[in-house]
């Protein structure tokens, strides 16, 4: 680094910063009396007072180099850096052995993130002063700003063994540990580090970082205080509390310590995430888009800020943008796990689960014991109907995490459908035995009681998930739904009008209510349901595809196909789709589209008893006699009552 350009431009310079402002009746006979007098007054912390002895002395001494760098540390005890830093390079232009300046010099480097030439006067000094504890400690802190994690531990061991009662050096060796994974040695570096110096405010914040680390946020947060009491002009501090609110939710403490780390340092993006984190926890998404958006400004390669830009519009339900964002941050950095995850997570909601399931497939690619990958790919698995893979993914999840309530129960289910009963009641008491009073294992155990048939243990254990929920909508709801199955459907109709009267806001009333209307041929009654549940939440394939159905029924064709094709535009193939588009064609006479669906239909799904019926009625409407026959037997085999039913559909052969 250059310090300074020509001898007789700095002797100028050296009067000129000995000149100005400073009383010169001081009673002192010579500039060493004024050093002592400085020395004296920075032991006593009077700053500005030490100020003015070194600047006598200097003015005295103009090639006082001792005087230049004492009064260089007092000047950086004032946060006077840029002055500090030339009165550092005075006094090692006067001697370049100054080993003070040069200290002095070497941390301020380290610094402003110059670390080679940090790096080269530490060695300086180390070169004359081999011992130097001083030297040593910091030479350590720069090689582990450079990653040079081995290099900083030899360097700072050395430096503990010649003072083992600084408590810096505990600090830097804790921040090298920690760096190399070995947490346990750097949470009792820490503690060193504290216990020698309490006031030591990075220390009492790494020490948090730690127990970040190991999700103990509470720990962290009371260190992170310990820090801010400290130092409470220290940004980063702040911000680091702030993400650790956020971390149990607590939102506003969040918000409070957020916006002081932000008052201080405006455009840090990690504050700003964090923010817009936290409004978004808030749903004050309006507020949190700002903080996203000012972050990619400053720099358009941020994957964290894509990736919670994303989380937001998700949020708000604006699902393609969210898309979008999860897209960029994954472009910007493809080994983005949370990325990965949460776009798969969203791709299940809609119904995207082949998607889905390869970015799940990605992630567990990055990380093996991800539990819950294992757990949301199994959950994709399931509704796809690849009910063994499901069940494998969930075992490896709970091979990871063996009392986890929500996997067991899963398996459970998934179990349930395979009709293996006997493995879904282990699974199932399971998490009971954790969870006792658990209304969603009653619940899921009522399920399993209604597919083995035991319909009285089955209604039993949903009154007794009802009586334990706080909130008893699905429970109410999986009661119903044996009602109808039992067809009792006047007390299933009794039921929903009440658990929709207690919760006017949840679709999925309506959604249930509109199946029951449809199984008692109610089919305008079905439609306005139908169309009430996606005023509430954006619709899905399935709700446009049973839009698509009822209106099909009821006869209005053209609104019937706009939302067959809604549906088929976000799942294509979907076969349930596409025999309910077969019908519409086959309503509106034509037969080629309505056969090509069917075939499409049956593809997709060769147990549909409708597709074949349809698919029937259209080859015998076209003169293929013998196609038809075919069509019909093999609907007739699946479902002895089709022809029933598409008498009430309005369709006859």
């Not at 005295?60 to 540390?73: E, N, V």
């Not at 009267?501 to 959604?511: E, N, S, T, V």
Request: hydrophobic share 40%; charged share 30%.
């Amino acid at each position: 680094m250059k310090r300074v350009s020509g001898g007789l431009c700095l002797i100028a310079l050296l009067l000129a910063m000995a000149a100005p402002g400073v009383a010169q009746d001081t009673g002192l006979a010579s500039a060493e009396e004024a050093l002592a007098k400085g020395v004296q007054a920075m032991n006593e912390k009077q700053w500005d007072t030490a100020i003015q002895h070194f600047t006598y002395a200097i003015q005295i001494k103009p090639d006082f180099a001792m005087a230049f760098a004492k009064r260089g540390k007092a000047k950086l005890k004032l946060s006077k850096c840029a002055e500090a830093k030339k009165d550092y390079e005075a006094a090692l232009w006067l001697d370049p052995k100054q080993v003070d300046a040069r200290l002095a010099l070497a941390n301020m480097e380290d610094l402003e993130g110059k670390y080679e030439a940090s790096l080269v006067d530490w060695n300086i000094v180390l070169q004359d002063h081999p011992d130097s504890w001083e030297a040593l400690e910091g030479r350590a802190g720069v090689n582990w700003d450079l990653k040079r994690f081995q290099e900083c531990i030899k360097d700072v061991e050395k430096s503990i063994q010649l003072n083992a009662q600084h408590d810096a050096s505990f600090n830097v060796r804790g921040l090298c540990e920690s760096d190399l994974n070995d947490h346990e040695a750097a949470k009792r570096d820490f503690r060193e580090a504290i216990r020698l110096n309490s006031e030591n405010s990075d220390a009492h914040h790494n020490l948090g970082r730690e127990y970040e680390l190991e999700s103990n946020w509470n720990a962290s947060i009371a260190e992170n205080t310990e820090a801010i009491r400290l130092c409470p002009r220290c940004d980063m501090f702040w911000g680091s509390r702030g993400k650790e609110y956020n971390k149990i939710g607590e939102w506003d403490k969040a918000l409070d310590d957020l916006n002081a780390a932000i008052a201080i340092k405006p455009d840090d993006v990690d504050f700003l995430i964090n923010r817009g984190i936290t409004y978004t926890g808030k749903a004050m998404y309006d507020e949190a888009l700002p903080d996203f958006d000012r972050v990619l400004e400053i720099n358009p390669q941020s994957a964290m800020a894509h990736m919670n830009r994303g989380n937001l519009y998700m949020r708000k339900g604006d699902d393609a943008r969210a898309i979008i964002d999860y897209d960029e941050a994954l472009r910007i950095r493809p080994d983005y796990a949370l990325a990965l995850s949460n776009r798969g997570k969203l791709r299940s909601e809609l119904g995207q689960c082949d998607k889905a399931i390869e970015d799940f497939t990605a992630v567990l690619r990055l990380d093996p014991k991800s539990y819950e990958t294992y757990f949301n790919r199994g959950m994709c698995l399931n509704d796809l109907g690849r009910l063994q893979e499901a069940e494998d993914d969930l075992s490896k999840s709970l091979d990871i995490q063996p009392y986890h309530r929500n996997i067991l129960l899963e398996r459970a289910e998934v179990r349930r459908r395979m009709k293996k009963f006997e493995g879904a009641h282990e699974d199932i008491a399971r998490a009971m035995k954790v969870f006792p009073d658990d209304w969603w294992s009653y619940g899921a155990r009522g399920q399993l009681y209604a597919t083995e048939g035991k319909d009285d243990l089955a209604m039993q254990d949903f009154d007794a998930a009802i009586r334990l929920s706080n909130n008893g909508n699905w429970a109410a709801r999986q009661k119903i739904r044996l009602l109808i199955k039992l067809g009792r459907y006047d007390d299933a109709l009794r039921s929903l009008e009440s658990l929709i009267a207690l919760y006017p806001k949840d679709d999925r009333g309506y959604q249930l209510r509109s199946y029951l209307h449809s199984m008692r041929g109610e089919y305008e009654a079905a439609l306005a349901d139908a169309l009430q549940k996606t005023s509430l939440t954006p619709p899905n394939f399935s709700d446009w595809n049973g839009e698509c159905w009822y209106r099909g029924i009821l006869g209005q064709l053209d609104e019937a196909l706009k939302d067959c094709n809604k549906s088929l535009e976000m799942k294509p193939g979907a076969g349930a789709t596409l025999d309910s588009r077969g019908l519409v064609y086959l309503k509106l006479g034509k037969l080629d589209e309505a056969i090509a669906d069917y075939d499409a239909a049956l593809k997709d799904d060769p147990t549909l008893a409708g597709s074949f019926y349809g698919r029937a009625l259209a080859k015998q409407k076209k003169g293929d006699a013998a196609g038809a026959e075919a069509d019909f037997a093999a609907a007739r085999k699946l479902n002895g009552k089709i022809e029933e039913k598409f008498n009430k559909y309005g369709v006859k052969p």
